[in-house]
């Protein structure tokens, strides 16, 4: 069917499911509910109440308008917990008994008559198969009384009553009834995820998708890996609960930056600008560079590695995913070769190796020295005691292995260059004499000669030169504990402190001198390196 869904100009042709992400508070829930009514759809609402102490006995009739009731009650009290389960499975039961009197009757008028499929695959039958398949061990038996028997390791079978079951076991319980109750066009499932193992979520939700083909899915989630899990989905980003934004379709782009992009997507609600940057969310990357662009038109997103970076930039700034929205990037040095790290003008190379390089950069140490209590001339020997000590770290075979990762990694760059200008060729021995053809201008030999003493005179170099290029070139994890030490911080206080400093308003800066002196120095110092701190 064609989904109408508010702020999207045309309606989404197709029966594939529908995605839509978001933050929370920016009124996904409200967005779910207007789609629902506008394509006379179900909801299944997030607050969804599964507890089954006990399944009343009602006639079909009336347990049928107690479940439509309460769904109608639902959509206008959404905030409100749904509370149908038990109305429903009544009516299942109800249903499941007429139907088999009528089976009986059949049965006994025309023994050798076919029985219509209706009275046979009944929606009780469906919802105890489903059940049963994704909880190995378990068998449910629903009736007014209902129970699980699970067969334990050694063989035996315990009992218990449904009331007892877990969460995720209730849960799947409730959303396999109303998927099979169902009888509009479309089922809105907010957080369809909750309760579940990620693997439980998406095979479950494999599953009820295909008993119910002619049910075209919406579902609101969080959890980006089901997003992507749902196949030939159309994306949406939720921007307030009048509206969403179409995203295009992801198929050209790899499969772990749509994830990273997704999830980056309802970031960009509110800012203008988003920033990518490498690490994980618990990595110090995202807080640092967060405290630096500590501005509301600037979202961080930390995706990994730096080649999802570099995708991500790209990406957002192709207008791929969202509009009104330009993309920036930082990625560590780790060793790769300056022509590679400066390829791409909307990502910044740090100056040091990587983040935690920052702290040692000569003028940040110096000013986190002098916040923390030295004099100029104390700051300056603690960090000429703290450079000669993270200098000792990088002798014999920690400069040889550093040696080695850096002409790794520049033959990975420049082999990529050196055979990428060999194309497809209808001839097949053409194609193979020049790829077997292709070396650099000398030879083999000479050239991983050459990179091997080039990168050996720059390590040298850098060990026993300038500060800043030994923080540029040696990986800061190996020292960022030293400086620390050398600054007289337990790590983690120095990383807090430097947030906070960047992190400190003009408006009540003057009561914060102390601060205020380190926030200034350590913006002097990180500005040429560093994108713009606003938008």
Same mark, same amino acid.
Not at 16 to 23: E, F, R
């Given at each position: 069917?064609?989904?109408?869904?508010?702020?999207?100009?045309?309606?989404?042709?197709?029966?594939?499911?529908?995605?839509?992400?978001?933050?929370?508070?920016?009124?996904?829930?409200?967005?779910?509910?207007?789609?629902?009514?506008?394509?006379?759809?179900?909801?299944?609402?997030?607050?969804?109440?599964?507890?089954?102490?006990?399944?009343?006995?009602?006639?079909?009739?009336?347990?049928?308008?107690?479940?439509?009731?309460?769904?109608?009650?639902?959509?206008?009290?959404?905030?409100?917990?749904?509370?149908?389960?038990?109305?429903?499975?009544?009516?299942?039961?109800?249903?499941?008994?007429?139907?088999?009197?009528?089976?009986?009757?059949?049965?006994?008028?025309?023994?050798?008559?076919?029985?219509?499929?209706?009275?046979?695959?009944?929606?009780?039958?469906?919802?105890?198969?489903?059940?049963?398949?994704?909880?190995?061990?378990?068998?449910?038996?629903?009736?007014?009384?209902?129970?699980?028997?699970?067969?334990?390791?050694?063989?035996?079978?315990?009992?218990?009553?449904?009331?007892?079951?877990?969460?995720?076991?209730?849960?799947?319980?409730?959303?396999?009834?109303?998927?099979?109750?169902?009888?509009?066009?479309?089922?809105?499932?907010?957080?369809?995820?909750?309760?579940?193992?990620?693997?439980?979520?998406?095979?479950?939700?494999?599953?009820?998708?295909?008993?119910?083909?002619?049910?075209?899915?919406?579902?609101?989630?969080?959890?980006?890996?089901?997003?992507?899990?749902?196949?030939?989905?159309?994306?949406?980003?939720?921007?307030?609960?009048?509206?969403?934004?179409?995203?295009?379709?992801?198929?050209?782009?790899?499969?772990?930056?749509? &994830? *990273?992009?997704?999830?980056?997507? =309802?970031?960009?609600?509110?800012? +203008? #600008?988003? /920033? %990518?940057?490498?690490?994980?969310?618990?990595?110090?990357?995202?807080?640092?560079?967060?405290?630096?662009?500590?501005?509301?038109?600037?979202?961080?997103?930390?995706?990994?590695?730096?080649?999802?970076?570099?995708?991500?930039?790209?990406?957002?700034?192709?207008?791929?995913?969202?509009?009104?929205?330009?993309?920036?990037?930082?990625?560590?040095?780790?060793?790769?070769?300056?022509?590679?790290?400066?390829?791409?003008?909307?990502?910044?190379?740090?100056?040091?190796?990587?983040?935690?390089?920052?702290?040692?950069?000569?003028?940040?140490?110096?000013?986190?020295?002098?916040?923390?209590?030295?004099?100029? &001339? *104390?700051?300056?020997?603690?960090? =000429?005691?703290?450079?000669?000590? +993270? #200098?000792? /770290? %990088?002798?014999?075979?920690?400069?040889?292995?550093?040696?080695?990762?850096?002409?790794?990694?520049?033959?990975?760059?420049?082999?990529?260059?050196?055979?990428?200008?060999?194309?497809?060729?209808?001839?097949?021995?053409?194609?193979?004499?020049?790829?077997?053809?292709?070396?650099?201008?000398?030879?083999?030999?000479?050239?991983?000669?050459?990179?091997?003493?080039?990168?050996?005179?720059?390590?040298?170099?850098?060990?026993?030169?300038?500060?800043?290029?030994?923080?540029?070139?040696?990986?800061?994890?190996?020292?960022?504990?030293?400086?620390?030490?050398?600054?007289?911080?337990?790590?983690?206080?120095?990383? *807090?402190?430097?947030?906070?400093?960047?992190?400190?308003?003009?408006?009540?800066?003057?009561?914060?001198?102390?601060?205020?002196?380190?926030?200034?120095?350590?913006?002097?110092?990180?500005?040429?390196?560093?994108?713009?701190?606003?938008?």
């Amino acid at each position: 069917m064609d989904v109408t869904i508010p702020g999207v100009p045309d309606a989404v042709s197709g029966t594939s499911s529908i995605v839509i992400i978001g933050p929370n508070g920016v009124g996904k829930t409200r967005l779910g509910v207007a789609i629902t009514s506008r394509n006379g759809g179900e909801r299944v609402s997030a607050l969804r109440n599964v507890e089954i102490p006990e399944i009343p006995a009602l006639r079909f009739d009336q347990a049928a308008q107690q479940v439509k009731n309460a769904l109608n009650e639902l959509m206008h009290a959404h905030w409100r917990q749904s509370f149908e389960l038990q109305n429903l499975m009544s009516e299942i039961l109800a249903e499941d008994r007429e139907l088999a009197v009528e089976y009986r009757r059949q049965r006994e008028k025309s023994p050798t008559q076919e029985i219509p499929e209706h009275l046979t695959d009944t929606r009780l039958g469906k919802i105890v198969r489903i059940w049963n398949r994704h909880f190995p061990g378990r068998i449910i038996n629903i009736d007014y009384a209902p129970k699980v028997e699970r067969t334990k390791s050694d063989g035996s079978v315990v009992s218990y009553p449904i009331s007892q079951m877990s969460e995720g076991e209730r849960t799947a319980l409730y959303l396999a009834a109303r998927i099979v109750s169902c009888d509009k066009p479309l089922m809105l499932v907010d957080e369809p995820e909750t309760f579940f193992h990620p693997l439980l979520a998406r095979n479950l939700w494999n599953d009820l998708e295909e008993i119910a083909p002619k049910i075209r899915f919406v579902y609101i989630t969080h959890d980006i890996p089901f997003a992507l899990s749902r196949r030939g989905a159309v994306f949406a980003v939720a921007r307030s609960e009048d509206g969403a934004e179409l995203l295009p379709q992801t198929s050209k782009i790899p499969s772990d930056v749509i &994830a *990273e992009v997704l999830g980056a997507a =309802s970031f960009s609600i509110s800012a +203008s #600008r988003l /920033i %990518f940057c490498e690490g994980e969310p618990s990595s110090l990357d995202a807080p640092i560079l967060s405290a630096w662009h500590d501005c509301k038109e600037t979202a961080v997103v930390a995706v990994g590695s730096c080649n999802s970076v570099r995708e991500c930039v790209a990406v957002f700034n192709a207008k791929q995913v969202t509009s009104g929205v330009t993309a920036f990037g930082y990625v560590d040095r780790d060793g790769w070769p300056d022509a590679h790290l400066n390829s791409d003008p909307n990502v910044k190379p740090h100056p040091v190796s990587e983040v935690e390089g920052l702290f040692c950069l000569e003028a940040v140490f110096k000013a986190l020295a002098v916040y923390n209590g030295s004099n100029d &001339a *104390e700051a300056d020997a603690r960090f =000429s005691d703290f450079l000669a000590d +993270s #200098r000792r /770290i %990088f002798n014999g075979v920690n400069f040889n292995k550093e040696l080695l990762n850096r002409g790794k990694a520049r033959i990975e760059i420049e082999q990529k260059s050196l055979f990428n200008p060999i194309k497809p060729n209808p001839d097949l021995q053409t194609m193979e004499a020049a790829f077997v053809g292709a070396q650099p201008a000398g030879g083999w030999p000479i050239y991983l000669a050459t990179v091997f003493t080039q990168e050996q005179t720059r390590l040298t170099n850098s060990l026993h030169g300038g500060a800043a290029h030994f923080v540029r070139d040696y990986p800061a994890k190996s020292y960022f504990s030293i400086a620390a030490k050398h600054l007289q911080f337990v790590p983690e206080k120095m990383v *807090e402190t430097l947030c906070k400093a960047l992190k400190l308003k003009d408006d009540i800066a003057e009561s914060e001198k102390k601060l205020k002196a380190l926030r200034d120095s350590i913006v002097l110092a990180l500005t040429p390196h560093l994108w713009p701190r606003t938008v």
